[in-house]
């Protein structure tokens, strides 16, 4: 028995797995389809304790931490489900945790109304999947910079409790559903240090969804670009002035780190699937897996995934102590990401004109697993930030 | 109310399972443990009962050490408590000791119902909800299709071949369910976390009845391993196909 199988881990596994076959995988190619995960699919989440799955109970969370949302991520994937229907089940991953900080901010300072605010609007319920939080950084000319962002939010200069928001943003996940983008807006002057993140409710007169962004994978999953004109958002809802930079930066790790367990995982059902598509298919009067260059491409696969999972783990558990990750998470991603791609291609190879066509599971992998290295920071990204991490 | 559910825990359905060549009976310990799957339905049932009437659900089960797993899963599906029955006497145990030892068990305290599923998945005898029953002289309400509770009379669907019966008795009562009467919940996270602290109370078998492999009634002479899949029998279809196909299965009583 490691950290990874407790019997309640085993047991979470086991709700997971249920969940995952119960709730999922018969409706996932029509939620493709449309573009869409149902609100009923994250109510369900909040019921079985998996939306707010790693975070404290004192705030409507199941009390969890990042090994739980591991093991939720490699057997969803496992039983089924894609890397697109984590990404829009569980937004709240990326958007809610910088709403949670200064929620417990404001409490350390002794203002409990205002964290009340917070926790009451917009984190219970989320965490009971009667909400769906999005997170709003990238904006239409900006892609990974960060500190040039030109969302504007400026004190009304009528009502200094209220702030007026005017810009856009773009290729925001599960915008289009989400009843607030915690959003990076400008506050202050130039670059990072004048970025803050505001909650802004989508239905605030002055946001628009633009448009709805049409992709190559994670098709269930939607996204959008919007669109804010004189926005008009409660001074409340900032989540500390001047604090956005940090805050993203803050939780970075996290995103890349699930990012990679997305990776392996993805590795894994895909492998999976190709032993035994190996196993049925016949060529030439013997089974696909008797020919040895078939037999060592999925050794070749197995390695690579054991490999990125076995690290991966690794600096999960780091980070489950408490050790500071940064490094180690980037290089968990890219290792995760650069499995993934190797074996997705692979898995398409080795079911031939089969892995083609849309109705094989392996198919919708290779488009979905596309975007990990690109999103939660784009690899070229990575290698830049791990260069100056490592003092290179 | 008052609810026990007897939960047992059986080889895992998918698994390859194997009798001992010492004591001709299951090997539990070389195969993963899962609770009996018509006893999810069990549990279901009297979460239900409880949720709509307030009271208590007592999960019991009788079986070696690693059978608390299935109690354990019991209490995380929502049970608020468990009895793990666990004595090397009782290894071996046919459905005579084991209806005994339970009924020992449950004799006096005070249940209102008690819910079985209607068989195991692992020995399909189906008889020791009856046995029990008869055992602590209470009304039998088997094979239930649907359960209602109205005050201190219950009234059940039993499933049979013509559709079925109504049955009704008064409280305290044992039930068993068929496959299909709900949908078991699966654990939430909360309710995983919250099974840890749930009183788990194990005991040994109550003393007195001769229980164990010796004084079973019945007894495996020998057994043998299931013969490799044989070829099958091909028809080649000359517009006379489904007649030789209904032919075959006739001819091995299957239809």
Redesign the interface.
Known sequence: MDEFTTPERTALAETVREFTQRHITAELPQWEAEGRIPVKLHRLAGEAGLAGLSYPEAVGGSGGDLVDTTIMIEEMLGAGASGGLIAGLFTQGIATPHVIDEAQRRRDRGETQAADYLEDNYIRPVMAGDMIASLGVTEPDGGSDVSGLRTRAQSDPEDPDTLIVNGAKTFITSAIRADYVTTAVRTGGPGAAGVSLLVIPTAAPGFTVARELDKMGWRCSDTAELAFVDVRVPRLNLLGAEQGFASLARHFAVERLTLAVTGYATAQRCLDLTIEYARNRETFGKPLISRQVIRHDLVEMHRQIDVARTYTRDVVLAHARGEEVMTRALIAKQTAVDTCSYVVDRAVQIHGGAGYMKDSEVERHYRDSRILGIGGGANEVMTDLASKLLGY | MKIAVCVKQVPDTWAEKKLSDSDKTLDRESVDGVMNELDEYAVEEALLIKEANDGEVVAVSMGPDKAE?TV??AL?MGADSGIHIVDDSLAGSDSVATAKTLAATLKDQGYDLIIFGSESTDARMSVVPAMVAELLDLPQLTFASKVSVDGDAVTIQRQADYGYDEVQASTPAVISVVEKINEPR????????AA?KKPLESVAAPSGEPVGLASARTEILEFAERPPKAAGVKIEDDGTGGVKVADFLAEQKLI
């Open positions: 797993e354990r899963k995380q699966y654990p939430s996270f909360k309710g995983i976390m840890k």
